[in-house]
């Protein structure tokens, strides 16, 4: 095993002394707030008199989308947005395309004005599950917003998938898409049509519906997240289930994984049962600050109409995690190497959750991988400390900044420097209701994140450093 390179924390930009000066810097940290302040700060977070969103000074919101509005399409805005990306449209302009956490259950804040129906001039090939024998439609799927970053106004706005089943996250590809993942609650049913399943829609098109057409060979699933290394074009997938894996899809053909592929679960090489979640009375503890070589191993129905593929994978020597949900891929200007980040919320001995880091090897996807495999790191893992609670959605800026949204009432969003210093952003000021969907215009000076309840998105603009 080698050691990493730097820490994912540490008390100033001088002190990363190893991971036991870190574990006690996050065993004296009795509240994120009083903890030691690192040399890096944007400043304390001033409360919103509008009771919407806390951020330091010089740094400003405007909420430019709002659960029940109409968009241009005449549809309504729905309800839960969640995971979501920026897309350079040229012009100043950005699609940024979001997902919508609904489903079957979507109908009182679904787009149309009577979710129970279709409306009656819908074009129903391009709703993936209408319902059948009487069944009600589905209303899950996305939506995109045209926004203009000089002028801060919204351009357009129009539903851009429909007919899908709790769209959580997804990610953005290098070749100008959104994979939009489902997470079914029920993965057994068949309604209108199976539900488990990624979707793929275009950044750079004319406005209106994405027909849908679900990426079966990635897997039916509880999908969360994905992110794809362009070196590569490779997929990786994560699965939030407390018994979960991480999956990774090899493209038949780079930039087009509706040609299908093959689907292969993460495994430690030499490790048949290893186990990431660190829960007290677990088999043995995975290993903190250090990488560990990797292996994949092939996986075969990946459809999965029993609801088993996790528990196939695990069978063949898969490694488990628990409910790794957001996951963004890190450029080599984050430390100078290709990673994939994810987050697992609930993982941990204290169940606080744990950032994951995967180096994919040069060889990654080729039959000398096997001599040169890829390294996976437990990056972090803060049991007596709440410097970090229930890391859910994950982005990295421009500047190299790992930014987390946190899934717990009163939740932040927490910054991380290249150095591996954590930083306060935003902190959530309604009582209730997920952070979700943090991500950077490709510029790198606007910052959208979606507040589930009630069902708002907004663009925060400041001095980001670059």
Same mark, same amino acid.
């Given at each position: 095993?080698?050691t ?5 924390l ?10 036991f ?27 919103d ?11 400003s ?20 947005p ?6 350079d ?25 009577d ?15 209408g ?7 589905? %209303?899950?799927?996305? /939506?995109? #917003?045209? +926004?203009?970053?000089?002028? &801060?106004?919204?351009?357009?706005? !129009?539903?851009? @998938? ?19 993942c ?5 993965m057994?049913?068949e ?12 950044a ?19 999908h969360?997240?994905?992110? %794809?290394?362009?070196? /590569?074009d #490779?997929? +990786?997938?994560?699965?939030? &289930?407390?018994?979960?894996?991480? !999956?990774?899809? @090899? ?35 995975f ?5 560990v ?30 409910r790794?949900?957001?996951?963004w891929?890190?450029s ?9 980040y ?11 959750g744990?950032?994951?880091?995967y ?12 001599n040169?495999?890829g390294?996976?790191e ?31 009432k009163?939740?932040?969003?927490r ?8 930083f ?27 507040i ?12 980001f450093?670059?």
């Amino acid at each position: 095993m080698k050691t990493s390179r730097r820490l994912f924390l540490s008390q100033s930009s001088a002190v990363t002394a190893g991971f036991f000066g870190l574990d006690r810097y996050l065993s004296t940290s009795a509240n994120a707030e009083t903890s030691a302040k690192p040399s890096f700060s944007y400043g304390e977070l001033k409360s919103d008199p509008n009771g919407i969103l806390d951020l330091p000074e010089g740094f400003s919101y405007e909420v430019i989308s709002q659960t029940g509005s109409r968009m241009s399409d005449g549809y309504k805005v729905p309800g839960k947005p969640d995971g979501m990306a920026a897309f350079d449209l040229g012009e100043d302009r950005v699609a940024l395309i979001r997902n919508h956490e609904i489903g079957h259950s979507g109908y009182t804040t679904g787009p149309f004005d009577d979710n129970k129906t279709l409306p009656e001039d819908f074009d129903k090939s391009l709703i993936y599950d209408g319902g059948r024998h009487g069944a009600q439609p589905f %209303v899950g799927g996305t /939506t995109t #917003i045209v +926004y203009n970053l000089k002028t &801060r106004q919204v351009e357009e706005e !129009y539903l851009s @998938l429909v007919g899908t089943d709790r769209n959580c996250a997804g990610g953005p590809t290098p070749w100008g898409t959104w994979i939009t993942c489902e997470e079914p609650a029920d993965m057994t049913t068949e309604w209108g049509a199976f539900h488990g399943y990624c979707f793929e829609v275009p950044a750079d098109r004319k406005p209106g519906l994405t027909k849908p057409v679900p990426l079966k060979a990635m897997g039916r699933f509880r999908h969360e997240a994905i992110a %794809v290394d362009p070196r /590569t074009d #490779i997929i +990786y997938l994560t699965e939030d &289930r407390n018994d979960g894996v991480i !999956y990774r899809f @090899l493209p038949a053909e780079r930039k087009n994984p509706a040609a299908g592929g093959k689907l292969q679960a993460l495994m430690i090489k030499g490790d048949k049962e290893a186990d990431t979640r660190n829960w007290p009375g677990g088999k043995s503890a995975f290993p903190i600050g250090e990488r560990v070589a990797v292996e994949w191993v092939d996986l075969e129905d990946v459809e999965a109409p029993a609801d088993d593929l996790r528990l196939r994978a695990i069978g063949k020597g898969a490694v488990i995690f628990s409910r790794a949900e957001g996951m963004w891929y890190g450029s080599p200007e984050d430390a100078g190497e290709h990673s994939i980040y994810w987050a697992c919320t609930d993982g941990g001995e204290k169940r606080f959750g744990q950032i994951f880091r995967y180096f994919p090897s040069e060889a990654e996807g080729t039959a000398e991988e096997a001599n040169a495999p890829g390294e996976l790191e437990l990056y972090l893992e803060p049991n007596n400390s709440d410097l970090l609670k229930s890391g859910d959605n994950i982005t990295i800026a421009n500047s190299g900044h790992l930014y987390i949204c946190e899934d717990t009432k009163g939740a932040f969003i927490r910054g991380v420097t290249k150095e591996g210093e954590l930083f306060n952003f935003a902190r959530n000021a309604f009582p209730s209701g997920e952070l979700a969907g943090a991500c950077f215009s490709p510029d790198g000076q606007t910052m959208f994140v979606n507040i589930q309840t009630p069902g708002i998105t907004l663009a925060i603009t400041g001095k980001f450093v670059s």
